[in-house]
């Protein structure tokens, strides 16, 4: 089973600010089968990235993915009020589909 | 527009079992894996386990095998998620996600969940 260790667990920050959220798998991940999802309370996860780098349908560009192998990163360049949120990365080339524990985003 | 429409919330007592349902629309759902999430409260996401387009094949987390059925009616476009002898850690909201790719794909849809409730 391939786990996924996120950090960090909290991210404090200001509307426009940068955030950087870090997803390391304990094997490679299989032809960078890596997702992001976003989830907010109450609320199922929505898919952000796929395939480590990929935009969603309808994600603006204020996010974007990278990575390969074990390193996966999320960028989100400027914070927007609707983006304060828990973020997943889940790899799902291999049996089980497994999730990273999850990095919240907080208004600082 | 593609929807996964899931039933209501649902208690049952420790030792019974419960059969959650994914209502699909807006693509036809014998092309389409299938899959299942458990999310214990105030917990991350967990996969329970995968069935395919035909309903003729499933793969279950190792965790929940020997408890948890998959099964899919193509004439209501609906799958079923059944868990049994239910215990107080199966206590959670279930979602139903759609694969997006064949079997290996990320989760592009997802049902907004069913809480399942486990108490005596």
């Known amino acids: 089973e391939i786990v996924l260790t996120q950090s960090p667990g909290t991210l404090s920050l200001s509307p426009g600010e940068r955030a950087t959220l870090s997803c390391r798998a304990s094997?490679?991940?299989?032809?960078?089968?890596l997702a992001w999802y976003q989830q907010k309370p109450g609320q199922a996860p929505r898919l952000l990235i796929y395939?480590?780098?990929s935009r969603a349908t309808g994600i603006p560009d204020t996010f974007s993915g990278s990575g390969s192998g074990t390193d996966f990163t999320l960028t989100i360049s400027r914070l927007e009020p609707e983006d304060f949120a828990v973020y997943y990365c889940q790899q799902y080339g291999s049996s089980p589909r497994t999730f990273g524990q999850g990095t919240k985003v907080e208004i600082k | 527009q593609v929807q996964l429409v899931q039933s209501g919330a649902e208690v049952k007592k420790p030792g019974a079992s419960v059969k959650v349902s994914c209502k699909a629309s807006?693509?036809?759902?014998?092309?389409?894996?299938m899959h299942w999430v458990r999310q214990a409260p105030g917990q991350g996401l967990e996969w329970v386990g995968i069935?395919?387009?035909?309903?003729?094949?499933?793969t279950y987390a190792e965790k929940f095998r020997g408890r948890v059925t998959m099964t899919r009616d193509a004439s209501t476009s609906t799958v079923y998620m059944e868990l049994s002898s239910l215990r107080s850690e199966d206590t959670g909201v279930y979602f139903c996600?759609?694969?997006?790719?064949?079997?290996?794909?990320?989760?592009?849809?997802w049902g907004q969940g069913t809480l399942v409730t486990v108490s005596s």
């Open positions: 094997q490679s991940v299989s032809s960078s089968y």
């Open positions: 395939g480590a780098s």
């Open positions: 996600a759609r694969d997006g790719g064949s079997g290996w794909g990320h989760f592009d849809y």
């Open positions: 069935i395919n387009p035909t309903g003729t094949g499933t």
């Open positions: 807006g693509y036809t759902i014998t092309t389409y894996y």
